[in-house]
């Protein structure tokens, strides 16, 4: 199994920024593509970015520009560098994990960004 921990939430003003941290642990060979979705009240949960093994990347068009997303394979942690935030960023982010060998998506708990006008 993989585990999947955020981290780097908040409470935030519009124009702010924050940086989203995942850390993944256990069986983490594998795991091809990492990536970021969030979950806005009363809403399904969207991509926001995407992330492969090599690197390649992809943006949800409502955040391109202004976020990033990385990851530091040593490390088995992704991040989200989110700027320019907007109240509209305000949702629940996850972080998701598409693990080849298991062929199936694991996800973490969550952490709430909060982005006030």
């Not at 040593?74 to 598409?98: F, H």
């Amino acid at each position: 199994q993989v585990q999947l921990v955020e981290s780097g939430g908040g409470l935030v003003q519009a124009g702010g920024s924050l940086r989203l941290s995942c850390a993944a642990s256990g069986r983490v060979f594998g795991i091809n593509s990492m990536g970021w979705y969030r979950q806005a009240p009363g809403k399904q949960r969207d991509l926001v970015a995407r992330i492969t093994s090599s690197s390649s990347t992809n943006y949800a068009a409502s955040v391109k520009g202004r976020f990033t997303i990385s990851r530091d394979n040593a490390k088995n942690t992704v991040y989200l560098q989110m700027n320019s935030l907007k109240p509209e960023d305000t949702a629940v982010y996850y972080c998701n994990a598409v693990h080849s060998g298991y062929g199936m998506d694991f996800w973490g708990k969550g952490t709430l960004v909060t982005v006030s006008s």
